[in-house]
């Protein structure tokens, strides 16, 4: 008999049967793991499997490669994500995002410490949009595809940083751009650009890592487009977000 006993996040459910739901979780020690919650699909115990919820979990299966059970109980419901729209946006973001990438029984510890303080800041009210723009790039530094904004590739130099490549991910100053200036992406200062790029450092910044989620992990690692959840998150921060929150 297998078993393991811990704390997790739910980030996705699905019904099973007439009674129970498959739930994804996202644990310390196993990465994101799956399991069947008998009785799960009732009305008793509907919030307490939301995505966002915290649940102690006792997971058992014969063999190891089984989808297995999880006994759960409530920990932290996270509730007050679900009355704030922008909120339930990043809440379901993040949960997508982490069902795409994330294979399962992977552990990834430093992804789901700042998962869980991203999910801290969505509830608490604060303006999260930059940390949720940090969380995207430690997302992609998971998968073995980080960026290096800490010096330019062209000239090596550490001041001046201007631009991203498209292809290698790394900085570019504006000297070392040159006339390629106009096939980069703008750094902006939220991210450690030189200069304010028209003063739109979030959405230069979520461009970024946009850019780089669909074409490095969608395309070459999933082989399918982006949620359109992340899609849906970034339309809203864009129109919900006040002008200030742009700057840097």
Not at 69 to 80: C, M
């Amino acid at each position: 008999m297998m078993e393991w006993q811990g704390q997790g996040t739910v980030i996705a459910r699905r019904p099973h049967g007439e009674n129970a739901v498959i739930i994804d979780v996202l644990t310390l020690q196993h990465g994101r793991h799956s399991g069947i919650v008998p009785g799960g699909a009732s009305q008793k115990r509907a919030a307490m499997l939301q995505p966002g919820s915290v649940l102690d979990l006792r997971w058992r299966a014969r063999r190891d490669d089984q989808l297995g059970t999880f006994t759960a109980e409530a920990v932290r419901l996270r509730a007050g994500i679900m009355g704030d729209a922008l909120g339930l946006a990043g809440l379901n973001a993040i949960c997508a995002l982490l069902i795409f990438v994330l294979p399962e029984r992977d552990p990834h510890p430093q992804l789901v410490q700042a998962t869980e303080a991203l999910l801290d800041a969505i509830e608490a009210g604060r303006d999260w949009s930059g940390d949720y723009l940090q969380w995207e790039l430690r997302l992609l530094d998971e998968m073995g595809f980080g960026l290096d904004l800490t010096s330019c590739a062209v000239t090596g130099a550490t001041e001046g940083l201007a631009y991203v490549s498209p292809r290698s991910g790394r900085a570019v100053s504006r000297e070392g751009a040159g006339e390629w200036a106009d096939r980069l992406l703008p750094l902006p200062a939220i991210l450690g650009g030189a200069g304010d790029n028209r003063g739109r450092g979030l959405a230069e910044g979520l461009a970024i890592t946009g850019h780089f989620l669909e074409s490095r992990i969608a395309a070459e690692l999933v082989g399918r487009p982006l949620p359109a959840a992340r899609d849906r998150l970034v339309r809203r921060l864009m129109r919900d977000q006040p002008p200030e929150a742009y700057h840097c």
